[in-house]
């Protein structure tokens, strides 16, 4: 059972590049998430899907895109890579219940735009 | 609008305690908490929801005032494996989406 898994750990690109960031889940969770983490800024938002078939934008959405390819996997990409989304991004899962229930994060991929 | 925590920071001798504090603008359904250790990913610490009980595990507890849109993490006698960030992250509906503070970094001494 590994959990959250993302893809690749580390990357470098240059500006104007693309990538997609994978993210998969083995926990058969209905949501799930992903986060840019800076430093001081805490973990934000960037877009989520409540359950397959469904994604919605969350606080800093603006230069991103996401897929919700199944249940199990979610992607993140950046179509032109700016120095600002250097960051470390989380991707998490969660099971779908009233309040919420706790996300289970992956080990983060470390990005640098140069 | 992220909710804010307090303190920024903290150190600790081991074996004290500490609480640490999250406060939002707007009114809570839920509240979650988690510890970050450098270089990892978020772990899972509690979650309050609007209506439930003080919550507990091992010598961290949390407590929930919807009234004033607060929560608070108490941490006693604290141990050197209680250091990294923590955060808290908020609810305001009944879904999962979730907005978190910036987070409190506690660092335990010797």
């Known amino acids: 059972n590994a959990g959250v898994t993302q893809t690749p750990k580390f990357q470098v690109l240059k500006t104007g590049q693309s990538m997609t960031l994978q993210c998969a889940q083995d926990?058969?969770?209905?949501?799930m998430y992903w986060y840019r983490q800076d430093p001081g800024m805490g973990l934000r938002l960037i877009y989520y899907s409540a359950s397959e078939g469904t994604t919605d934008k969350g606080e800093v959405p603006n230069g991103y895109n996401v897929s919700r390819l199944n249940k199990r996997e979610f992607s993140l990409r950046l179509e032109s890579a700016a120095p600002s989304q250097t960051s470390v991004y989380f991707c998490?899962?969660?099971?779908?219940?009233?309040?919420?229930?706790?996300?289970?994060f992956g080990p983060g991929t470390r990005l640098t735009v140069t | 609008q992220q909710p804010v925590q307090s303190p920024q920071a903290v150190i600790l001798r081991e074996g004290e305690d500490a609480v640490i504090n999250c406060s939002s603008s707007k009114a809570l359904y839920s509240v979650h908490w988690y510890r970050q250790k450098h270089g990892e990913a978020p772990v899972f610490l509690m979650i309050l929801l609007k209506g439930g009980e003080q919550k507990g595990h091992e010598k961290i507890s949390a407590s929930f005032n919807e009234k004033k849109q607060q929560s608070s993490l108490y941490l006693t006698a604290s141990q050197l494996s209680y250091s990294g960030t923590y955060f808290c992250?908020?609810?305001?509906?009944?879904?999962?989406?979730?907005?978190f503070g910036t987070g409190t970094q506690l660092k335990v001494e010797l």
């Open positions: 992250g908020t609810g305001t509906g009944g879904g999962n989406k979730l907005t």
């Open positions: 998490a899962s969660s099971a779908l219940g009233q309040g919420g229930l706790e996300q289970y």
């Open positions: 926990m058969n969770h209905n949501s």
